[in-house]
């Protein structure tokens, strides 16, 4: 018996929240959750600053990461077993991928790649096949067995149906966290039937991804509903965003200050690599959230102003206000406000902050278009296949729409606690008051 298809001598579960159980019987799964690279993610939030909002929101990508495996593994072992012949090797192959499809995110995410300009999905695939404890359990199943988990990350392996698994319209990522998200966050929008989902789903005759039977658009409609919801409600709330703006603010602030050769009173060894750009894969991996907020809780104590500020309001949660802002309309605005921020001597670049988030809940197949979303496709009693849009009319109204939310994020505090002097801020609090008016 090789390695890929070895078994544990006796079944291990996790106990999940969202899944009831998490069931591992194959070792080499086993194994690979016991990497130090996988129990990283324990340590990595899987909604950022989400907390701030919702306080429940303190679930990290580990959990996720088991969510996926354990969709997959329902899919290919179950739902899939009798339609979809693959050997062992492709059924770990996708099991591998699925429960490593994090692994490269950095600590807090999206903000963290912002300044720094890293991409999670290639740091993921670098982990997969770099000098790690990974790779050295993924090659037990062969010499080129990394390269096949990373190129299903990748979105190339050859078998696209277990790469639409994991990345497409519906997939078990999607899936589990908006499952997840949704238990943690404490709201309903982002529970729908996935066991309903699972039992009508097959894989498409052309071997390209999956496809749904028509007695199940029910079902996948309210998948969509709430992930639209999820988004609108929870990803993009604006309290949750303000907390990810002082994140971007704080390390783009540090970044500029050691490029101006200041002297920390703590020396941030393990953020320097991506101050400098030359960043080893150990380095990425070194870092998580509690790193980096170890280092926000200290800089609370440095000299420079605007750091200390920043740090202290991103861990009291004194965070920005904000307005809706249309760059079309309020550009003269947002002019005034830096001028008077400017006047007060403040610096508008960390206080003064436009953030956009836009998301597609549902891409409609075009015909030309190259989107590279693969549309979602009903099997019809008559054995023809429907794009999902096209019977059903809610789908049709939310999909194929970017929806972009535009939000001016500013010092309320400032302008109550006597920051700034009365007369620039009575001439603030006019300009957002006429604002509000509009």
């Known amino acids: 018996m090789t390695y890929i298809e070895q078994k544990l001598r006796e079944g291990k579960v996790f106990k999940d929240p969202v899944h009831g159980y998490v069931h591992v019987e194959d070792q080499m799964i086993w194994d690979l959750v016991a990497t130090r690279e996988f129990q990283r993610l ?20 580990f959990n996720h990461s088991l969510g996926v495996y354990e969709i997959v593994r329902q899919i290919i072992d179950v739902t899939f077993a009798e339609e979809f012949q ?26 963290f790649e912002k300044v720094f300009g890293t991409d999670h999905e290639a740091y993921t695939r670098e982990i997969i096949t770099g000098d790690t404890e990974v790779q050295q359990v993924l090659k037990r199943g062969g010499e080129d067995f990394p390269l096949k988990v990373a190129d299903i990350i990748r979105k190339t392996y050859p078998n696209q149906t277990l790469v639409k698994l994991i990345s497409s319209q519906l997939d078990a990522d999607r899936m589990d966290y908006l499952l997840r998200d949704a238990y943690y966050t404490g709201v309903s929008y982002g529970k729908f039937d996935m066991e309903r989902i699972l039992r009508v789903m097959r894989p498409s005759p052309d071997g ?13 409609e309210d998948y969509l509903m709430s992930r639209y919801q999820m988004y609108q409600q929870v990803y993009f709330h604006p309290v949750s965003r303000s907390g990810e703006v002082l994140l971007w603010k704080i390390l783009d602030r540090a970044k500029k200050l050691y490029e101006a050769d200041y002297e920390f009173e703590q020396y941030p060894t393990e953020v ?16 998580d959230d509690t790193i980096l907020t170890y280092y926000f809780s200290v800089w609370q104590n440095e000299a420079d102003e605007i750091l200390s500020d920043l740090c202290g309001r991103f861990l009291g949660r004194r965070l920005l206000r904000y307005i809706d802002y249309d760059p079309a309309k309020d550009a003269p605005l947002y002019d005034q406000l830096k001028g008077l921020l400017e006047k007060a001597d403040i610096d508008p670049t ?20 190259s989107s590279g979303k693969t549309p979602i496709q009903l099997l019809l009693p008559s054995g023809e296949l429907k794009e999902l849009s096209t019977e059903s009319p809610i789908v049709e109204s939310i999909g194929g729409k970017i929806r972009t939310d535009i939000k001016l994020y500013y010092p309320l505090d400032f302008i109550e606690n006597g920051r700034i002097a009365p007369e620039i801020a009575e001439e603030m609090i006019l300009a957002l008051h006429q604002h509000h008016l509009k």
Not at 276 to 282: D, P
């Open 86 to 111: 693959i050997d062992a090797e492709e059924r770990m192959v996708a099991l591998c991928a699925a429960l490593l499809h994090d692994l490269g995110h950095g600590p807090f995410s999206h903000a």
């Open 350 to 369: 960390y206080y003064l902050v436009i953030d956009s988030s836009s998301d597609l809940p549902y891409d409609l197949y075009q015909p030309g278009a």
């Open 42 to 61: 324990r340590r990595i939030r899987q909604l950022g600053t989400t907390s701030l909002t919702f306080h429940g929101a303190e679930h990290s990508r």
């Open 208 to 220: 390209n991804g999956v496809i749904i039977k028509y007695s199940g658009l029910h079902a996948v």
């Open 272 to 287: 320097i690599p991506f101050f400098t750009g030359e960043v080893a894969l150990s380095d990425y991996i070194r870092l």
